[in-house]
RNA sequence: GCCGUUGUGGUGGAAUUGGUAGACACGCCAGGCUUAGAACCUGGUGGGGCGACCCGUGGGGGUUCGAGUCCCUCCAACGGCACCA
């Protein structure tokens, strides 16, 4: 008889009743926890801060304050970190897993008009009530750096980050961002020239022709820096959206040209606006992406956003007109094949270019486009169209004339607007030109393997046009491309393209260049729900930046904060904060009057660097104390970042290129904000559409036979995205209600991967529900209250089954793989089942390895198995290590691949003596009778597999 | 079209990373408790065969003593970008 300690309930809990009461425990360890402070984390510098322990930022993506509240998707992620923040402080780490609001932007403010309630109210309610959602989670939070970026007191430091950018320009020559101040150096000791925006040092060709600096006026010279900053203004072509009376970025626009939040109408026009210079980061944002452990798809997403690619710039001379045209090519090695030039129908020098003669044909083709292009931005299936100016191009190498044309699949924003057409290998080139009849060149000849394989021979596949979209081929060799000191022939299309711009850059008709897709960033809205810009506008167009000791410019308050929405699309949009009072939009100093930037940031300002201020975010002095900023971000930044991909590119891209200044103007001691990114699923559900295409509450749906019925009626059930509006939302307070907080997060975690979008499914919840049902009986007797707990340790198949779990258990926490790790735990409790005491390693065990995933139970148990300290300050690596001493393992012997027997063997067993082993058990003899072993397979820990003849 | 990801029972998903395929859970079936239902508990559940056994990880081929896992090829699904020269 194995002698059994039997606890009674402890004094504190009293009144709790012998059966699982999981709302009473919950809220008992809820409430320990808060007393406690049990996750304050401590700072470098604060009293009782153990600076030997290795340092663990985990962040989630912060949400968006709505005034829906969270469905059971949203803490998905929340609980996935979670897990690992409490995970990694039982190995022993100082965590930082803070929480806080992106409370600016569009829908807070749209929904603050549709309740006619200030932003700052509601956005404060939302706050709370969101809060008060997420602790019923059991989230284990630091509260106290939470933070909104709707604070003035934090808005203060985005306003700080954004006059860095202002006062800052990229350095070519160094690659990175220096100051305004370090420029003035270099262009009074004129080691740059500058013109037109353009920035040369002496080692450039251009160097030479630019004026001096101190030869410019002096408004030409703040001009001219204005121009370089990493914050300016320029007149861009803009989606503006009179009906939101704001200007929009790219991806709030939809394919239809309609905006996303109300659908109004979106016109492209050129409107003076705040940018951002990201794209002289574009190199950088590539290359660093090799630093960090992001999801590929991710890496592959921001590459294709910034779009690199290699080519050459070259320029065509106009025939019987003064000027050039200047294209952009990947391919220069093709340049033989170019038999016409195609420009956008937006491109600047069109007037110049088209003829008397041609001028209606090009004004009709005009019209049409214009028109096409308010109705669709969807290129999808449209048939190329063209009119040609009546124009020629002198071709550089052969001097023949090539027509110009206009082209709608020219886009005026990539390259130069304009390229040369080589429509023998370039399927587009070779729609248009097949449609309007213009001739083809094959300058490239796909390899001997193709042609064979297409039954094609050399002369027919130059000379027929009909195959030559079909054949174009990149890895081909050059053919037809011979001129005056060049000859391509026969090289292959890499060797090509490198001799082809060698000759070019000779002959001055060339450069290579590098293009990208990547755009600056527009960041100026005419909304009201946004920061300020720490701004000035002088006299004359001077800008200056206000003081740091007057930061933050605080929104100003108005009693009308709506948009100006207008009829006329030519009108100029009206900010809202023109709205204000005058005392608050004129500014004097020094004698000198200013009128305030009336444009707001755009939404994801607060976001680009939200996880710097987590780490400090009280300090006064600073965005954050370097000292501090150094110990939470040590080598990789934040360790772990979880949110949704559809921040892959905007928020990610946009958040680096801050981190990145701030790294170059030593604010930051890492390259890369986010060492490791990680994508949560979503959680989908089905909803439910009647004939009429209404929603019908997904909860009344019953399901009989094949068909899906709401009131006696059929409805059709489709799988998407959780919502208020599909009626198919369910809150985490009513599953938490119904099954406790440690079952909604076991469940959640048990769906699937956490990386994967997963189905909700409320009736598989009970599973779950009944392993933490039965864990409670194991431990607990329901009669008397008594912790079923033995002092004796297990033995044999649960000691076997004990190790198994701890060392896969171990593992799947690591990789994240929470549901592998939990389908252990509820096997080695259904091996409790028939036991009458848990045994007291297993119950350990079991309680440390279960506690980050489900807390609360495991706190109430291990408080009543009378355990010392409290399990959230218990070690696991100590934990783990005693429990895995072992002597005895048992392994799998197989017979030519196929299982015969289990032999357990001596954990120190030699090599020998364990074949030995494996050949003498009779389960294997039996096997082995007549036959010759060729060889014996020992796997380590694992198996023995003899391998047989005969 | 380009890039990326993934294919395992009725379902969600495991498989010690090349070693007993289907753990664990839902569902389903049988039984218990109950006046009855809900809830709860116990057992069974890939396919075929009375059986020892045989067949099974999208299809085909390969490497290996051994393949869900590695290689080649085809097919299918999902996601992102998309007239980017």
């Not at 202002?166 to 003035?184: G, V």
């Not at 740091?548 to 308050?557: G, H, I, K, Q």
């Not at 905007?650 to 701030?662: D, I, S, T």
């Not at 019953?702 to 709401?710: V, Y």
Request: charged fraction near 25%; aromatic fraction near 12%; glycine fraction near 6%.
């Amino acid at each position: 008889m194995p002698s059994v300690a039997s606890f009674s309930a402890l004094s504190y809990i009293g009144a709790m009743k012998a059966s699982y009461d999981f709302l009473a425990i919950e809220k008992k360890w809820r409430e320990y926890w808060n007393q406690h402070r049990c996750f304050k984390t401590l700072n470098p510098g604060d009293p009782g801060f153990d600076a030997s322990k290795p340092k663990y930022y985990v962040l989630d993506m912060f949400p968006y304050p709505s005034g829906k509240g969270l469905h059971v998707g949203h803490p998905l992620g929340y609980i996935a970190t979670d897990i690992v923040a409490r995970y990694k402080r039982m190995l022993g780490f100082n965590v930082l897993h803070p929480m806080g609001f992106d409370a600016f932007g569009l829908p807070a403010e749209q929904y603050a008009i549709e309740t006619g309630t200030h932003p700052e109210v509601t956005t404060q309610k939302n706050i709370e009530n969101m809060i008060s959602q997420l602790k019923a989670c059991g989230l284990s939070y630091d509260w106290d750096r939470m933070i909104s970026t709707t604070e003035p007191e934090y808005y203060r430091w985005t306003q700080w980050i954004f006059l860095q950018l202002f006062e800052s320009y990229f350095d070519p020559k160094k690659q990175k961002a220096l100051s305004i101040s370090q420029l003035r150096k270099f262009l009074r000791n004129d080691e740059y020239r500058v013109s037109d925006g353009q920035l040369c040092s002496d080692r450039e060709a251009a160097f030479s022709e630019l004026p001096l600096f101190s030869s410019l006026r002096l408004e030409q010279q703040e001009e001219e820096i204005n121009r370089q900053r990493l914050a300016y203004i320029d007149a861009v072509n803009v989606n503006w959206c009179p009906g939101l009376g704001t200007v929009l970025a790219n991806e709030e626009v939809t394919v239809d040209g309609r905006s996303e939040r109300g659908n109004f109408p979106v016109f492209q026009r050129p409107l003076q606006q705040w940018m951002l210079r990201i794209t002289t980061y574009a190199d950088r944002l590539i290359k660093d992406l090799d630093l960090v452990e992001w999801p590929e798809a991710v890496k592959q997403m921001q590459k294709n956003w910034i779009g690199r690619s290699e080519g050459a710039s070259l320029s065509f001379p106009l025939y019987e007109i003064k000027g050039e045209l200047e294209v952009y090519t990947t391919r220069p090695d093709t340049l033989y094949g170019a038999t016409f030039m195609a420009v956008s129908p937006e491109h600047p020098m069109l007037s110049t270019m088209v003829t008397s003669e041609q001028k209606p044909h090009v004004d009709a083709f005009m019209k049409r486009y214009q028109k096409q292009k308010a109705v669709s931005k969807d290129p999808t299936n449209k048939e190329k169209e063209g009119v040609w100016t009546g124009a020629y191009c002198i071709h550089p190498l052969t001097q023949k004339k090539i027509p110009v044309w206009i082209s709608d699949y020219v886009l005026m924003g990539y390259g130069t607007g304009a390229i040369m057409a080589v429509p023998a290998h370039d399927q587009r080139d070779f729609e248009f030109a097949k449609k309007y009849n213009i001739p083809m060149q094959t300058v490239v000849m796909p390899p001997q393997e193709w042609l064979a394989q297409h039954r094609i021979d050399k002369e027919s596949y130059v000379a027929s046009p009909e195959t030559l979209s079909e054949a174009f081929v990149e890895y081909g060799h050059a053919c037809h491309s011979q001129g005056s000191g060049i000859d391509l022939d026969g090289q292959p299309t890499n060797e090509a393209k490198k001799n082809m711009i060698a000759y070019l850059e000779a002959q001055g008709l060339g450069i290579s260049k590098v293009s990208y897709k990547l755009r600056d960033w527009l960041f100026s809205r005419q909304r009201y729900w946004g920061e300020p810009f720490p701004i000035l506008h002088g006299a004359h167009g001077k800008l200056r930046a206000v003081d740091e000791a007057d930061l933050p410019v605080t929104l100003p308050p108005l009693k009308d904060f709506r948009p100006q929405v207008l009829e006329d699309q030519n009108q100029d949009p009206v900010p809202s904060l023109g709205k204000a009072e005058e005392s608050w939009k004129r500014v004097e100093i020094e004698d000198q009057r200013y009128q305030r930037e009336l444009n707001t940031m755009p939404q994801w300002a607060g976001s680009c660097w939200y996880y710097l201020r987590f780490m400090d975010p009280h300090n006064q002095e600073s965005f954050v104390s370097s000292e501090i900023e150094k110990y939470w971000m040590g080598e990789n930044g934040v360790d772990l970042y979880v949110g949704g991909v559809e921040h892959a590119v905007l928020h990610l891209l946009y958040a680096r290129f801050w981190h990145k200044v701030l790294y170059d103007l030593g604010k930051v001691s890492t390259k890369e904000p986010f060492g490791k990114l990680f994508n949560q699923g979503y959680i989908q559900a089905y909803s439910y559409q009647d004939e009429r295409g209404m929603y019908v509450p997904a909860d009344e749906v019953e399901h009989q036979a094949a068909e899906f019925m709401f009131e006696g009626k059929s409805v059709q059930r489709q799988l998407g995205k959780m919502g208020k509006s599909l009626k198919n939302s369910i809150a985490p307070d009513e599953v938490i209600e119904k099954y406790g907080c440690d079952t909604f997060r076991l469940y959640e975690m048990y769906l699937g991967p956490v990386e994967q979008s997963k189905v909700w499914d409320t009736e598989a919840i009970v599973g779950i529900h009944r392993f933490l049902g039965r864990l409670w009986r194991n431990f607990v007797d329901s009669e008397s209250g008594d912790i079923l707990v033995s002092v004796e340790e297990s033995t044999g198949k649960l000691k076997t089954a004990l190790h198994h779990t701890i060392k896969t258990v171990t593992e799947y926490m690591d990789q994240m793989r929470y549901n592998a790790a939990i389908a252990q735990l509820i096997s080695l409790n259904n091996l409790l089942v028939e036991q009458s005491h848990v045994p007291s390693d297993i119950a350990r065990a079991m309680l440390l390895m279960l506690s980050p995933m489900a807390p609360h139970i495991c706190e109430e148990l291990w408080a009543r198995m009378g355990q010392a300290k409290s399990l959230h300050d218990e070690a696991w690596p100590k934990a783990r290590e005693e429990f895995l001493k072992s002597d005895v393992m048992e392994l799998v012997v197989q017979v030519n691949g196929k299982r015969r027997a289990n032999i357990e063997v001596a954990a120190d067993a030699k090599k020998e003596e364990i074949e030995k082993l494996a050949c003498e058990h009779e389960a294997v003899k039996k096997h082995l009778a007549d036959k010759n072993i060729a060889k014996v397979i020992y796997v380590p820990g694992r198996l023995v597999n003899i391998v047989v003849k005969g």
